[in-house]
């Protein structure tokens, strides 16, 4: 048996607008100057509060938590705003159901999002059905240690050799290394490639075709052919 773990935002969905905007949200109520995007979308990955301490490397605790609150709030509103869909990115549907099909793989999730946030993006996607696992930030500590994949593979029964982690950012690509299990980076999301290669990764993906057949042949598993290449979303 076969365990793929993926990362959620900047790996499966594109949901860097909305971070970025229930972040501004969040200090601007608070009374803080905006963060640019790049800033924001460094810390993606990590859980909330660990990830509001980066970018607020002066505050308490305490307004850290409240800035966290703010986050949490701000994201569920814009959730539901249509301006702030996180859709797919080309290919990763036609990934997930392909290897899902497979009875000797099992899928799950490693995300710093909440429990919450990954049932929505489920139940939009109709996805719960292929995921045998699902950890998050709200159970684990924050990436990049190596709880989350630790329990994945104990829930599913497959050792480190026969797991990949799948992610966009260098605390993904860390986690992997720290979990002794594969760790294999995508060029979609919010880290830079070269930055992926540094922390680990034994390769790189630039879509979800090479993804899908790079993982394929890491794990001694039948790659697809070679002429499948991503797809769009179907709206």
Same mark, same amino acid.
């Given at each position: 048996?076969?365990?793929?773990? $993926? =990362?959620? =935002?900047? @790996?499966?969905?594109? *949901?860097?607008?909305?971070?970025?905007?229930?972040?501004?949200?969040?200090?601007?109520?608070?009374?803080?100057?905006?963060?640019?995007?790049?800033?924001?979308?460094?810390?993606? +990955?990590?859980?909330?509060?660990?990830?509001?301490?980066?970018?607020?490397?002066?505050?308490?605790?305490?307004?850290?938590?409240?800035? *966290?609150?703010?986050?949490? =709030?701000? $994201?569920?509103?814009?959730?539901?705003?249509?301006?702030?869909?996180?859709?797919?990115?080309?290919?990763?549907?036609?990934?997930?159901?392909?290897?899902?099909?497979?009875?000797?793989?099992?899928?799950?999730?490693?995300?710093?999002?909440?429990?919450?946030?990954?049932?929505?993006?489920?139940?939009?996607?109709?996805?719960?059905?292929?995921?045998?696992?699902?950890? @998050?930030?709200?159970?684990?500590?924050?990436?990049?240690?190596?709880?989350?994949?630790?329990?994945?593979?104990?829930?599913?029964?497959? +050792?480190?050799?026969?797991?990949?982690?799948?992610?966009?950012?260098? $605390?993904?690509?860390?986690?992997?290394?720290?979990?002794?299990?594969?760790?294999?980076?995508?060029?979609?999301?919010?880290?830079?490639?070269?930055?992926?290669?540094?922390?680990?990764? +034994?390769?790189?993906?630039?879509?979800?075709?090479?993804?899908?057949?790079?993982?394929?042949?890491?794990?001694?598993?039948?790659?697809?052919?070679?002429?499948?290449?991503?797809?769009?979303?179907? *709206?």
């Amino acid at each position: 048996m076969k365990l793929i773990v $993926f =990362d959620c =935002d900047g @790996t499966l969905v594109d *949901s860097q607008h909305i971070i970025v905007a229930a972040m501004n949200m969040a200090f601007e109520h608070h009374g803080l100057p905006k963060m640019q995007a790049n800033e924001v979308l460094s810390i993606v +990955g990590l859980s909330l509060p660990l990830a509001v301490a980066r970018l607020l490397p002066d505050a308490s605790t305490e307004n850290v938590e409240l800035v *966290s609150d703010a986050y949490r =709030d701000a $994201f569920g509103q814009l959730r539901g705003d249509p301006a702030h869909h996180e859709p797919l990115y080309p290919g990763m549907l036609d990934v997930i159901h392909a290897l899902s099909a497979d009875d000797d793989v099992l899928l799950g999730i490693a995300t710093g999002k909440s429990v919450r946030g990954v049932m929505a993006l489920f139940e939009r996607m109709a996805l719960e059905s292929h995921f045998f696992t699902v950890q @998050t930030a709200d159970t684990h500590p924050s990436k990049p240690h190596p709880s989350m994949i630790a329990t994945a593979m104990a829930e599913a029964g497959v +050792g480190p050799d026969d797991t990949v982690m799948i992610g966009d950012t260098t $605390f993904d690509m860390e986690m992997a290394k720290r979990a002794n299990v594969h760790a294999v980076g995508v060029a979609w999301g919010y880290h830079p490639v070269e930055a992926l290669h540094r922390a680990g990764a +034994g390769f790189v993906a630039s879509d979800a075709g090479q993804l899908h057949r790079g993982v394929s042949e890491m794990l001694g598993m039948t790659p697809p052919p070679a002429c499948a290449g991503p797809q769009m979303e179907a *709206s």
